[in-house]
């Protein structure tokens, strides 16, 4: 199959080019166009980005979202690749159910899938699933996502046989005793407003006893891969930095819910605002980019969380965590942070920067390397409407907004993932 796009430029770039697609590859740039052509619009060609965090809830939950629907949005959202989280009915600790995902995925042809497996059996945090397998089968990471590893033994024997093979642990870094019965970030806020509080000491207490783990193991010459989602408070950030410093192979990732909301929301009493971790402080926010910034973050992810509306209707004490927006994630990070960050910054920490964190080959525009693109338009304004979204959570909290940076073509191995149809 060969797929040439006309009228396109690289990133910070005002030439206008082609470039060629061959069998899933890049043939090259300014080549004589061949097979079907695509007209780019005038739009910034980049890697197709790549999403390490996202709940995608097949099997077993596909009344909030299934792979069709939400690989398909992740396509919308510029998203080549997406690492689905295990905390499915039933839970993804069983190789079969690894490669049933992959192959129904591939079918689609839509984003990648690139499945985590549970890191214990039926994360519960007891016993370790049997990774080999899981790994044998496809399984891109180890988690327990959804669920925090409250056994430091267990956290630390997978750890430990995860890094063995050459894989990444991610965590959920909550103790989940301090976070309680907590709805929101402990603070004046929550205080106000009468409800239970979820302190910044929950997150700060597991990530300093995980990453004395994982300096324990070091220091045993014990190979050893840990990654921190979602970080949501300073403090946490600073221990991550500080345990960077002292050379522990620990990544991080944020999101861009935890970047433009705070506390604040909550005041509405609206569930929409409910996450897990809670939406924190200003001070907190600020902190989370001053990390982009300084690479103290690894990288971004969403944490795509889609609930029914049902659900997300209930009251704050009753409704479940989560926002669902891996549609909008690079418009909302362009339109509000671009001219902080800027756009090479921004595209490495969405898409070179996942597949550091992983190990995986970086992606390029370069001839040969794999055909995985996407095209943006980073100047027209769009109001975000969520009754178009591919997604089955057809609500947000930015709705409404105007945002720039809408992805106008998804590539997936040479092949058209997303094409936007005006």
């Known amino acids: 199959m060969t797929l040439t796009i006309t009228n396109i430029r690289r990133p910070n770039s005002e030439t206008l080019e082609s470039i060629t697609l061959e069998n899933g590859l890049i043939k090259g740039w300014n080549l004589p166009a061949e097979g079907e052509i695509i007209d780019g619009k005038g739009g910034t060609l980049a890697p197709a980005l790549i999403e390490l965090h996202a709940h995608l809830r097949e099997p077993g939950q596909t009344e909030k979202e299934d792979l069709a629907s939400g690989l398909a949005a992740a ?16 839970v993804v600790d069983d190789p079969a159910i690894v490669r049933s995902l992959i192959e129904k995925a591939n079918r689609l042809g839509f984003a990648r899938l690139r499945p985590a497996a549970a890191l214990t059996r039926g994360q519960t945090g007891e016993t370790l699933a049997e990774l080999t397998f899981l790994q044998d089968a496809g399984a891109a990471m180890f988690t327990d996502d959804g669920r925090t590893n409250e056994d430091a033994r267990v956290l630390r024997l997978g750890l430990e046989y995860a890094g063995s093979l050459g894989m990444v642990v991610s965590v959920h870094a909550e103790d989940a ?4 019965d907590g709805v929101m970030n402990e603070g004046a806020v929550s ?22 783990i994982v300096a324990g193991l070091q220091a045993q010459d014990r190979p050893v891969r840990l990654h921190v989602q979602h970080l949501s408070t300073a403090r946490a950030l600073d221990l991550v930095r500080e345990a960077k410093r002292r050379g522990l192979p620990v990544t991080c990732e944020v999101c861009p819910h935890h970047l433009t909301l705070t506390d604040e929301a909550l005041r509405s009493f609206d569930s929409i605002y409910k996450v897990a971790p809670p939406l924190r402080t200003q001070a907190d926010a600020d902190s989370l980019l001053a990390g982009l910034l300084d690479g103290s973050v690894d990288c971004i992810a969403t944490d795509h969380a889609p609930h029914t509306r049902a659900e997300k209707e209930r009251d704050l004490l009753t409704a479940p965590s989560g926002i669902a927006y891996i549609e909008l994630a690079f418009p909302l990070m362009w339109t509000r942070f671009g001219a902080t960050l800027g756009l090479e910054r921004l595209l490495d920490l969405m898409t070179q920067a996942p597949a550091r964190v992983m190990g995986w080959p970086e992606p390029s525009l370069e001839a040969g390397a794999p055909a995985d693109l996407t095209v943006f338009d980073l100047h027209t304004e769009r109001t975000v409407n969520p009754a178009e979204f591919k997604s089955k959570a057809k609500f947000t909290p930015w709705a409404g907004e105007s945002l720039r940076g809408w992805p106008m073509l998804t590539v997936v191995g040479g092949a058209v993932a997303y094409r936007r149809e005006a």
């Open 191 to 212: 205080e106000a407003l009468g409800l239970p509080g979820n302190p910044a000491a929950a997150e700060a207490a597991r990530v300093a006893r995980d990453l004395e």
């Open 75 to 90: 396509a919308a959202g510029g998203y080549g690749t997406v690492v689905s989280m295990p905390n499915t009915s039933p």
């Open 177 to 180: 005793s301090l976070r309680a």
